[in-house]
Structure formats: structure tokens, C-alpha cells
């Protein structure tokens, strides 16, 4: 068929899966010019373009010190939350760790540097631990989930598990003293949250 292009409807994004089935490296398009720059955030329409179909309900939006450690946390099968992670100010490693009783990846992290200026998303499932260390000096971090928060719910594991071998960028962070008792993988799997396979 010949004919002129539709408009574009807004910029698109990249979808790029990681090792650990379940993340994704979300990658938007931005335009810059002498004001400064736009992009589109999040937009449901080219998600589902993208066959990513998934009803966000909470937004969420910390500020952190330069040495803060945040994880790992997640919201058990009460509250499943799946969740979009990304850098407003400053930058961060952002760390996900695999849940899933009997995943190949089981135990295993995946991590990268999401910051103001790379404009990188982080997407995981409810499976998935997360936590994050500040690599500036501020660093305001934003993200959407898709269950509501629910105290009752909430799933610790400790940062520094050496089951995990995260290499955290930064030595001796400063933690919530919530984060500082964190479980370890081991009491996790004795009672796991989440079973390969099978929908949170
Ligand atoms: C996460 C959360 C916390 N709160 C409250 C509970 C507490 O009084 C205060 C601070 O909570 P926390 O110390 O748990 O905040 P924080 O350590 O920033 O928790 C967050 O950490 C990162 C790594 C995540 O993955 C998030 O899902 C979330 O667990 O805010 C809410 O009201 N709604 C929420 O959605």
C-alpha cells in the first residue's frame, strides 16, 4: 500500500528483555531542543503497542542521599505488584534479585545504572526483589506499581546476602533500620512468596 505515513502519535520506546525472565530494560525516546528536552514517561497506548498490558494504580516518588541503600523489598501474593522503576535526579544502581522458587535464574540479580540523563526504565514483576544505592549526591527515584502499598504484604531480603553476591557500588550505606535485619535468601526459600511458573 502507497500512501502517506501516519503521524507518529508521541515517541516511541525500546523493550529489551534481561537475563532473568520477568525484567525489562525500558529504553523512551526523547526530544531535545535550546529549551531543554520532552519525552513520554509512560503512555498505555504505545505499551500496549509494545504487548506489555499492565493497569498501574500507584505512583511513588522517594528522595535519597548520596550513600542511602534502599532493598530489597517486594509485596507478597496478597498485593502482587509489578513495578516501573526510573531516575528523576541524580543516578542509581537499580537491583532486582529472582524469587521464583524453582526459576533457572532463582537467587539471581540483575542490575543497572538508571539516571536523570540516560532516561532508563527498570520494569519487573511482582517476583522480584528490588532495591537500589545512590550513586550522586541527591537522588529522587519514581516509580509505578500496579497493586496498591499494603504493610501486610511486604516482602524483606537482605542486601547483603552473600547468597546473592550483589557488588554494590558503595561500601557501608547508610539503611532504614527496617533494612538493616533484613532475612536472608535461605529464610526466604524455607516459605517462598513465589513458585516458578506459576502467576503471582
Ligand atoms: C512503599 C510505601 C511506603 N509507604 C510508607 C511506609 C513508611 O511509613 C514510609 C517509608 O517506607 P519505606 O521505608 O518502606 O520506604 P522505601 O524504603 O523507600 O520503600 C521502597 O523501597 C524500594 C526499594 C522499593 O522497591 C519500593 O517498593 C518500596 O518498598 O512510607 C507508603 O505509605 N506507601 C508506599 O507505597
Redesign the pocket.
Known amino acids: 500500500m502507497t500512501g502517506v505515513a501516519a503521524p507518529k502519535q508521541g515517541m516511541d520506546m525500546t523493550v529489551t528483555p534481561t537475563a532473568i525472565e520477568g525484567v525489562f530494560v525500558i529504553q523512551p525516546e526523547w526530544f531535545e531542543d535550546e529549551r531543554g528536552f520532552f519525552f513520554e514517561s509512560y503512555s498505555k497506548r504505545r505499551w500496549e503497542q509494545h504487548g506489555l498490558h499492565l493497569d498501574f494504580v ?1 505512583d ?1 516518588h ?1 528522595r535519597s542521599q548520596r550513600g542511602v541503600l ?2 530489597f ?1 517486594f509485596q507478597n501474593g496478597l498485593a502482587p ?1 509489578h ?1 516501573l522503576v526510573r531516575c528523576t535526579v541524580g543516578a542509581i544502581w537499580d537491583v532486582v534479585v529472582d524469587l521464583r522458587a524453582g526459576s533457572p535464574t532463582f537467587g539471581r540479580w540483575f542490575g543497572i545504572e538508571l539516571s536523570a540523563s540516560n532516561r532508563t526504565q527498570l520494569l519487573m514483576g511482582p517476583e522480584f526483589a ?3 544505592a545512590v550513586l550522586s549526591d541527591v537522588a529522587e527515584v519514581q ?1 509505578k506499581t500496579t497493586g496498591f ?1 499494603n ?1 501486610a504484604a511486604e516482602g524483606l531480603l537482605a542486601w547483603n546476602d552473600p547468597d546473592v553476591g550483589v557488588p554494590w557500588p558503595i561500601e557501608d550505606p547508610t539503611l ?1 533500620a ?2 538493616s535485619t533484613n532475612p536472608s535468601l535461605a529464610a526466604y526459600l524455607a516459605n517462598p512468596a513465589f513458585h516458578y511458573g506459576e502467576t503471582a
Do not use: T, W
Open positions: 500507584q511513588n522517594s534502599r532493598g523489598h505488584q513495578r528490588h532495591g537500589f516509580y502499598h504493610p532504614s527496617k533494612d
